[in-house]
């Protein structure tokens, strides 16, 4: 599958996800889809006919309350069935608000309790690399997360022990929950925070795919240093009203946005209606 097509598959999942099991969170999805559509249709080695091969990559959503798009990104690699995906965030669902590895193919680790992707991804590749493996370790931050101290002490962990095998991505849409990041604990010079720690750092459009496949796409032990690429994103990409809106990120569409949301990502003939 195309990138962008996957992308576009993971926004409509998202939208249609969050309306029926009635969550929140679908401007976070909707900033980090490309960035996984990415991952996962081109950079990331994954195999869904075995989820728990020993020399796969990993991937750790740090922020975890954009869990519905990892789901949805998994669906369309085939790990799970695209019609499960309704059921997210119902009773008896394995599809939790917050992204779960119980019971779900391709999940590596439980998140949602924010601050803590980047140090269980920290010691993945740490013990990669003394196993003498290969493969890579991706995680993905918020910037809003950044807020915490319990990355920073990861982020100097990984530099002093030189994991070249592990790439952070950051979705730096520049709002977190109730207001502006600048606006919470404002983190810029960002870039210069991220290489004073000693890693290697490249910022790209967060929403341009080759800029995205060229950034992540890095070979374990190229670097001798971590990697992080800060993504600059837009909240709520792909739908016009959505769009930097700090609404958007508990808000549910119901109704007559849910109805125009379908129309922007061209989400039609899904064999209901948009009151469903």
Not at 204 to 230: M, N, T
């Amino acid at each position: 599958m195309d990138t962008r097509d996957m992308a576009l598959a993971i926004r409509r999942h998202a939208v249609q996800m969050t309306h029926l099991g009635k969550s929140s969170h679908v401007g976070s999805v909707l900033s980090l889809a490309d960035i996984l559509a990415v991952l996962y249709g081109r950079v990331m080695a994954v195999d869904p006919a075995d989820p728990r091969w020993a020399d796969r990559d990993r991937f750790i959503l740090s922020k975890g309350h954009a869990g519905a798009g990892v789901y949805a990104a998994l669906a369309e690699r085939g790990f799970l069935p695209r019609e499960q995906l309704k059921t997210h965030y119902q009773n008896g669902s394995k599809l939790s608000g917050h992204v779960s590895h119980k019971g779900v193919p391709g999940v590596e680790f439980s998140t949602g309790s924010l601050g803590h992707g980047l140090s269980v991804g920290t010691g993945m590749a740490l013990a990669a690399k003394r196993a003498g493996r290969d493969n890579r370790v991706y995680v993905l931050l918020s910037d809003g997360e950044c807020d915490e101290g319990s990355n920073w002490e990861a982020i100097m962990f990984a530099a002093h022990h030189k994991l070249d095998n592990l790439v952070v991505a950051v979705d730096y849409n520049k709002i977190q929950s109730l207001d502006l990041v600048a606006n919470t604990l404002a983190l810029e010079p960002f870039a210069d925070k991220w290489r004073a720690f000693g890693w290697y750092v490249a910022e790209v459009d967060g929403h341009d795919h080759e800029a995205l496949l060229a950034a992540l796409d890095v070979p374990a032990g190229g670097r001798g240093q971590p990697s992080v690429v800060i993504c600059h994103t837009t909240k709520g990409k792909g739908v016009s009203f959505m769009e930097d809106q700090v609404l958007w990120h508990y808000r549910t569409p119901q109704g007559d946005e849910y109805r125009d949301a379908r129309a922007e990502l061209g989400l039609t003939g899904e064999g209901e209606t948009a009151d469903a």
